[in-house]
């Protein structure tokens, strides 16, 4: 099992800042990749932004926040983050960090692993 904690979410304005945290604990060397994902009301669960432990593949971004947002981890502390820059009003939502054991992947039906998530709002 591996048990994922996520933090850093809040209430930001738009044209602001976050940076969410995602620690990992437990078989975390099961874990191939990471992938943030992000679910607002009424809307399907979607992917943000994946990386793997390993420098293996570079880290993949829904278009969506392609240069605005960047996944980083610090492998020594099981943690992924997620840097979100310049955020706008359809930022907001529900973020979850997942872990996967088979493939770095934006599907998030190959994720084994899934954190609370946490909340981020972003005023207009």
């Known amino acids: 099992q591996v048990q994922l904690v996520e933090s850093g979410g809040g209430l930001v304005q738009a044209g602001g800042s976050l940076r969410l945290s995602c620690a990992a604990s437990g078989r975390t060397f099961s874990s191939v990749a990471m992938g943030w994902f992000r679910q607002a009301p009424g809307k399907e669960r979607e992917f943000v932004a994946t990386i793997t432990w390993r420098t293996i593949s570079r880290p993949v971004y829904a278009d969506s926040v392609k240069g605005r947002f960047t996944i980083s981890r610090d492998n020594a502390k099981n943690t992924v983050y997620l840097q979100m820059n310049s955020l706008k009003p359809e930022d907001m939502a529900v973020y979850y960090c997942?872990?996967?054991?088979?493939?770095?992947?934006?599907?998030?039906?190959?994720?084994?692993?899934w954190g609370q998530g946490t909340q981020v709002t972003v005023s207009s």
């Open positions: 997942a872990a996967s054991t088979s493939r770095l992947s934006a599907q998030h039906s190959d994720y084994d692993y």
